[in-house]
């Protein structure tokens, strides 16, 4: 498999006496063996860290539009991670103190990824990226799941063969390729979704495979975070301030656990007059929950009506 890149398009990397075409083969880039002029960008060829690229949100309400040539994954709750061929970096170009071992094995080349642990480990894997001290035994929970080349000037799916090429070359099992499958219906998708909310998931990422990398927001990649329900029992109302004084601020519910929490969003401004009755029992909507077994983003849905 080879790509082919006009001198229009590698120019910016490479020195005017380029060729005027290069034929590239993907398992020698992969690995590094390519010795000529290369069409993809080391860091010590780019002054600033570009911005990266972001992505627009998908409701699932909209899951009937055509998502035909899109690739997605489990959205990852963990810490974003740029590695610029030097050093850890955050989305916001801080450096993250991880020990030398964890990125020992990574290629001079921008490399994008997620720093997690396991579902439900947020606050973990934030504490440890965020130490000025890198902490050997707590970073052995640690992997760095790679989901781009931002500098490689591919399709999204021409950069994926690359990306899955460097971690097969690195052999570490630390550092992995995040797992994607290919769309093939909405219904698949959406029982996907509701698979992974259900254990403990964020979402899903959804890559356009004819997508280039762009430092921007674009409908080329796309977040879907989906949604769980559940039933608790009002415990209190919260009043509300500023534009909601003298109106609900907030529910203070009890779940079926015993777990004690607040919903202080999805209300209209008639619910806020005349909100659910003390007693009551009401559903709401929630994005898996914290380790600490509070639902996240809770939102009042409606109240049970008794049958």
Not at 9 to 25: A, D, P
Not at 123 to 131: E, F, L
Not at 175 to 187: M, N, Y
Request: glycine share 8%; with cysteine.
């Amino acid at each position: 498999m080879y790509l082919s890149f006009k001198k229009s398009v590698i120019k910016k990397y490479c020195s005017e006496n380029t060729t005027q075409k290069l034929l590239l083969s993907l398992p020698l880039l992969a690995l590094g063996t390519f010795t000529a002029c290369s069409a993809w960008a080391t860091v010590s060829e780019i002054s600033n860290i570009p911005p990266l690229q972001l992505a627009e949100s998908l409701d699932p309400d909209e899951l009937h539009i055509d998502l035909k040539g899109y690739w997605y994954a489990e959205k990852l709750d963990g810490v974003r991670g740029y590695w610029d061929g030097q050093q850890l970096l955050t989305r916001q170009g801080n450096p993250i103190h991880a020990p030398a071992w964890f990125t020992q094995a990574l290629p001079t080349i921008a490399m994008e990824g997620e720093l997690w642990i396991e579902r439900q480990q947020f606050d973990r894997v934030s504490g440890i990226a965020r130490s000025l001290q890198a902490d050997e035994e707590s970073w052995r929970a640690v992997k760095f799941y790679l989901f781009d080349l931002p500098h490689y000037p591919g399709t999204y799916e021409q950069r994926r063969a690359v990306l899955e090429k460097w971690v097969a070359s690195m052999a570490q099992t630390h550092i992995q390729a995040v797992d994607i499958l290919p769309f093939s219906s909405s219904r698949a998708l959406e029982q996907q979704l509701t698979d992974w909310t259900a254990k403990g998931a964020e979402g899903v990422m959804l890559y356009r495979g004819a997508g280039l990398y762009q430092a921007k927001r674009t409908h080329d990649l796309l977040k879907l975070k989906g949604y769980e329900d559940a039933e608790a029992q009002v415990v209190e109302w919260l009043p509300g301030k500023g534009k909601y004084k003298g109106m609900l601020g907030a529910l203070l519910v009890e779940d079926k656990e015993g777990m004690r929490f607040r919903i202080g969003s999805g209300f209209s401004d008639a619910e806020r007059q005349a909100p659910p009755d003390i007693g009551s029992t009401i559903t709401y909507r929630f994005n898996g929950k914290t380790r600490y077994g509070k639902p996240r983003f809770a939102r009042f849905e409606r109240i049970r009506l008794i049958e």
